[in-house]
């Protein structure tokens, strides 16, 4: 493969070959070559990415959780639904996460609660949540835990 050797124009018109370029710079180890103000650009906004997926991953389950635990007029009908849900985000979530998300995921925990809590709130017209998050992570993300 002959690397382009505008990677900065490349990187405007055709963002995938950008992508391939640059990563066989850095195999070929040709540091120099590199167009670094878009490779940390596109890191960057990667890690927002990844963040952005495990919060709502970790929303949906605490979404799940509260209707599971305090909409009764819908539990016969919906719980096993619910339960398929947690299960469900929580595999998407494990799969996704490395100890820097745990570790957003674990500071951000109430406002993921707090946007959880408002979403049920309008969906269900219950006002019964406890004001913090009465979960922890590591029960929001334990395959057998439901409250």
């Known amino acids: 493969m002959t690397i382009t050797t505008n990677l900065k124009q490349l990187y ?5 070959l950008w992508l391939e370029e640059t ?5 070929q180890k ?4 590199l167009d670094l103000e878009h490779l940390i650009e596109e890191l960057i906004s990667l890690g927002k ?3 952005a997926k495990a919060k709502s991953l970790l929303r949906q389950i605490i979404i799940h959780v509260l209707l599971l635990q305090y909409w009764q007029v819908e539990y016969e009908r919906n719980h096993r639904h619910w339960i398929g849900e947690i299960k469900t985000f929580r595999y998407d979530l494990n799969n996704h996460l490395t100890t820097n998300l745990i570790n957003k995921l674990q500071d951000d925990l109430e406002n993921i609660y707090q946007s959880a809590v408002d979403f049920v709130k309008t969906k269900t017209d219950l006002t019964i949540f406890l004001e913090k998050c009465p ?13």
């Not at 040709?30 to 070559?33: I, T």
């Not at 979960?135 to 409250?147: A, G, H, K, S």
Request: proline share 3%; hydrophobic share 35%; glycine share 4%.
């Open 12 to 16: 405007e018109t055709d963002g995938n």
């Open 23 to 27: 990563i066989e710079l850095l195999k």
């Open 30 to 33: 040709q540091f120099n070559k």
């Open 49 to 51: 990415r990844d963040l």
């Open 135 to 147: 979960y922890t992570l590591v029960q929001l993300l334990d395959e057998n835990y439901l409250p």
